[in-house]
T-cell receptor
Framework: DMKVTQMPRYLIKRMGENVLLECGQD?????MYWYRQDPGLGLQLIYI???????SEGDIPKGYRVSRKKREHFSLILDSAKTNQTSVYFC?????????FGPGTRLTVL | KTQVEQSPQSLVVRQGENCVLQ??????????LRWFKQDTGKGLVSLTV?????DKTSNGRYSATLDKDAKHSTLHITATLLDDTATYIC?????????????FGAGTQLIVIP
């Protein structure tokens, strides 16, 4: 059963704090993604990773960076979080032409 | 610029009724179109995928159509159940993207009432 996991599921941070969102997949997929979902908008692509240490910016990379040191793990990092980064963040991995999504992390920046 | 538009934004139906959700897009070149169901606070679950120029699919009470010439898709839900309450998201694959870039609609929020 193909699975994408995300930790934590819920997170509250203060403005200026650093944030680390973790994503894991057990399918050995090469390509992974980070998205954010805001009310009234479709998912927006933050970063794509097409393998270990091979990352590309998506449509809204500003304020974010990523790290992929192992194929099965893909991290999203917010250095000095801002209130406008309050959102639900989804990780996905791609295999057999299909993207598999994690359950999401709800981040609130106060 | 929004490349995938869904309508209606929200919809309330009574249990047992049928409903139709619409998706129009401008993604070019388009590859496939997929409908996802997203329960509140959960991730996206794929319902069906359409790939041909004029395609139809069926998955239980869910059926979908795609017309690539019109860049239009519909999702039909037959005999709705309370568990169908969710947001339904239309997603179009970009054939010009080697990394499988997807374009997401904002979703239609469906509420099924007793």
């Amino acid at each position: 059963d193909m699975k994408v996991t995300q930790m934590p599921r819920y997170l509250i941070k203060r403005m200026g704090e650093n944030v680390l969102l973790e994503c894991g997949q057990d399918m050995s997929h090469e390509t992974m993604y980070w998205y954010r979902q805001d009310p009234g908008l479709g998912l927006q692509l933050i970063y794509i990773s097409y393998d270990v240490d091979s990352n590309s910016e998506g449509d809204i990379p500003k304020g974010y960076r990523v790290s992929r040191k192992k194929r099965e793990h893909f991290s999203l990092i917010l250095d000095s979080a801002k209130t406008n980064q309050t959102s639900v963040y989804f990780c996905a991995s791609r295999g057999l032409g299909e993207q598999y999504f994690g359950p999401g992390t709800r981040l609130t920046v106060l | 610029k929004t490349q995938v538009e869904q309508s209606p934004q929200s919809l309330v139906v009574r249990q047992g009724e049928n409903c139709v959700l619409q998706c129009n897009y401008s993604v070019t070149p388009d590859n496939h179109l997929r409908w996802f169901k997203q329960d509140t606070g959960k991730g996206l679950v794929s319902l069906t995928v359409l790939v041909d120029q004029k395609d139809k699919t069926s998955n239980g009470r869910y059926s979908a159509t795609l017309d690539k010439d019109a860049k239009h898709s519909t999702l039909h839900i037959t005999a709705t159940l309370l568990d169908d309450t969710a947001t339904y998201i239309c997603v179009v694959g970009d054939r010009g993207s080697a990394l499988g870039r997807l374009h997401f609609g904002a979703g239609t929020q469906l509420i099924v009432i007793p």
